[in-house]
């Protein structure tokens, strides 16, 4: 067994099991430390994939920012009654029953697509984001991962700049939105 | 360094080794600049408040820290009756992880660097922003309202100062091109006015905002809210006690070097003197070269440590709401106008202005620095006092021996 095959069966096997702790668990901020583990080991394997980008915005995202939140707001609203949920069978049976037709369908599905070109170098982020914006060219050449095999997807130089700034523009629009609702009501002097 | 490995050993394990070798080295100097700076902070708090400091264990007390290791280790391990003991004891550990993990990007020399990642800075950002989170799981795990109040705070003071730390992380990024650690410290090779920090006005300020956000999300004084001894008894680390709360520090003086390295290789030269103008590794060879350059970076570390604890005895502990209304009332704005500003300036200032202005900086900067140094030697304070007079700024006015004396 390769080291990156036995690293990636113990990152795996740790971060599937959190994510079970996240479902068994009955203590709200105990869940909320399992997801901890299990977005830690996600990225993790976006590390040992070699996509340092996605491993470190994974963190940074969900570890430093929306989980810091949740437990924040678990800190402050847990009382009695919401500190300990229990599952009923009903929910436990719709549950399984949804998590493992997913599971058939991402097997399924992980068998058909194409496997990468293994020769072929990945683009760093720099010129990836270059392309990105359409600056430079250096979409990569090979097979495009996730499509069945033997079908050709016609590659076009890309530049998403304009999505890119619709999509920030509706971003910050649901921050000024958020930021208006949350804001400290004022009060009418009478 | 896999690569020194695999003449040694076969494939699988020059990996391993090199990873072992380099967590240990890691975690070695950690381990030891924490063990001097806890002795550094009680010299510097000592010196400034007029008292010695630790003078009975070792020469100057340098032994103060293994003195206080030997007692944490011995003490008991306690954890209160209402806490959560799976979370309580999970906590410290979480936090150090994350101190630890951001010094995997960080280079100390030319190519020294555990893991040469492409994205370090972002990396290191990322790492550093969830050291909170082994902090605020500390304050909810103890069953303690001071706990609790001490978590919240953190969590809502770190979460703020990351915005501004990230956005005045990207202004000398914006200069460099890059992200990569180890580029942009070669970036900053020769004299001294090639460091990104006196590239121009904006990454000149952002260095300041940088080092200050810096010092509030290391939660060191005047931004220590998490364990205000006057408020909250000790903040999140109340209920701790032996080893676990050792680990807090270990995790406090493991990211106060971290950041302060990231602001050396982001703003200050990285492992460059300053006054050399080639870089060291090509011109005596890569172990000597780097063994200088090891030196100087650690160095500069530990003159941003010390400026941080010069901070810490010298500044009185802002309120709450003060904290949060620096962060998000002034330090957003302006490190906004720097990414701006930084952004403009390269494309609209020609490039003869801009060095220019980059020597205005320089020589400005360490011209004043080198006055206000000199003045500090000036000034004849104590054997010059006459009897019955005190010294310094307290001149004109009796002692208090002369005034019980009436």
Known sequence: MSLPVLLFAVVATVTACSALGVVLARNVVRMAVWLLFTLVGVSLLYFLLGAEFVGATQLIVYVGGTLILIVFGVMLTAQAPLREIRTRPAEWLVGGLVGALLFGLLVAVSYQIAFPPSTHALPSVAPLGLTFLGVTDASPTGDVTGVPNGVTVPRTPVAYLLPFEIVSVHLLVVLVGAAYLARAKRRVRS | ?406
Not at chain 2, 354 to 363: D, E, H, T
Not at chain 2, 378 to 387: I, L, N, Q, S
Request: hydrophobic fraction near 55%; charge should be neutral; glycine fraction near 8%.
């Open chain 2, 1 to 406: 360094m896999p690569e020194f490995w695999s003449q040694l050993l076969p494939y699988p394990w020059n990996v391993a080794a090199a990873g072992a070798v380099a967590a240990g080295l890691l975690f070695a100097f950690i381990g030891g600049s924490t063990f001097l700076a806890i002795w550094a902070e009680r010299k510097v708090s000592g010196r400034i408040q007029d008292r010695l400091g630790p003078t009975r264990v070792g020469p100057f007390g340098l032994l103060q820290s293994l003195a206080d290791g030997i007692k944490l280790i011995s003490k008991e391990d306690f954890a209160p009756d209402a806490a959560d003991r799976f979370l309580f004891k999970l906590a410290p550990y979480l936090a150090f992880c994350a101190s630890f993990v951001g010094f995997l990007a960080l280079p100390f020399g030319n190519g020294l660097v555990a893991e040469n990642l492409n994205v370090a800075a972002f990396f290191m950002l990322a790492v550093l922003s969830s050291e909170v989170f082994g902090v605020v799981l500390a304050g909810y795990a103890s069953a303690s309202k001071w706990s609790l109040f001490g978590g919240v705070r953190e969590a809502a003071q770190v979460v703020s100062y990351e915005v501004p730390r990230a956005m005045c992380v990207v202004v000398p990024v914006c200069v460099a091109g890059t992200l990569n650690l180890n580029t942009i410290g070669t970036q900053q090779v020769g004299w001294f006015w090639n460091w990104n920090i006196y590239h121009d006005p904006f990454t000149f300020v952002a260095f300041f905002i940088f080092f200050i956000c810096a010092t509030a999300s290391c939660k060191r004084a005047p931004f220590d809210l998490a364990e205000a001894e006057s408020e909250l008894v000790a903040g999140f680390h109340t209920e701790y006690s032996g080893i676990r709360w050792s680990y807090f520090f270990l995790a406090e003086y493991g990211s106060m070097f971290a950041v302060s390295g990231l602001a050396s290789l982001l703003f200050l030269g990285g492992w460059h003197t300053g006054v050399l103008p080639f870089e060291p590794t090509e011109r005596f060879g890569f172990w000597p070269g780097n063994l200088l350059n090891v030196a100087v970076f650690v160095a500069k570390c530990w003159v941003l440590v010390l400026l941080m604890m010069w901070l810490r005895w010298s500044l009185p502990r802002l309120r709450i709401d003060q904290v949060m209304m620096t962060c998000l009332q002034y330090f957003l704005p302006i490190s906004c106008v720097l990414l701006i500003g930084v952004c403009l300036w390269q494309l609209l200032v020609p490039a003869d202005v801009a060095q220019v202005v980059s020597y205005v900086l320089a020589f400005g900067w360490t011209g004043f620095l080198a006055v206000v140094f000199l003045s500090t030697l000036r000034t004849p304070t104590g054997a010059a006092a006459p009897a019955g007079q005190l010294p310094g700024v307290w001149a004109g006015q009796r002692a208090a021996a002369d005034l019980q004396a009436k």
